[in-house]
């Protein structure tokens, strides 16, 4: 009877142990898996010739975007459904907009910017 119930706990805790070896190799699978396909897909995203500089929200599913095309410089409403274009920008107005601020404090580390909240 002892026998037969050491040999059940050795079984179990084998089992046990299997289960979790398993586990562990499908996280690591999962993880190699998935930085695989966002390296595919971000190569395909992207374009020399094409770039967003700005989005800004105006509603829940609703979006203006100034986009670089080639040279050129466009702006967009996207919503839902479809895009609209706006109307097409010089440059000069593209770096009035980014004088504005909104790209330095996309720039800025954690820490200026704690030490910012700081003061």
């Given amino acids: 009877m002892l026998l037969s119930w050491t040999t059940n706990s050795f079984d179990s ?3 046990l142990l299997t289960v979790i070896l398993i586990f562990i190799f ?9 930085k695989l396909s966002a390296g ?4 395909r995203m992207f374009s020399p010739n094409m ?8 509603a829940p599913t ?3 975007q100034v ?4 040279g050129k410089y466009f702006s967009y409403v996207v919503c839902k459904d479809t895009v609209t274009l706006l109307g097409e920008l010089t440059k000069d107005d593209i770096s009035e907009f980014n004088k504005a ?3 330095k404090t996309m720039n800025m580390s954690f820490k200026e910017i704690f030490e ?4």
């Fill in 51 to 58: 770039e967003i500089l700005e989005t800004f929200k105006i």
């Fill in 101 to 103: 601020g909104t790209s």
């Fill in 67 to 70: 986009v670089r095309i080639g």
């Fill in 62 to 64: 609703k979006y203006i």
């Fill in 26 to 34: 499908v996280l690591v699978l999962t993880y190699f898996v998935t």
């Fill in 40 to 43: 595919i897909q971000k190569g």
């Fill in 116 to 119: 910012k909240l700081k003061k």
């Fill in 13 to 15: 805790i084998v089992q």
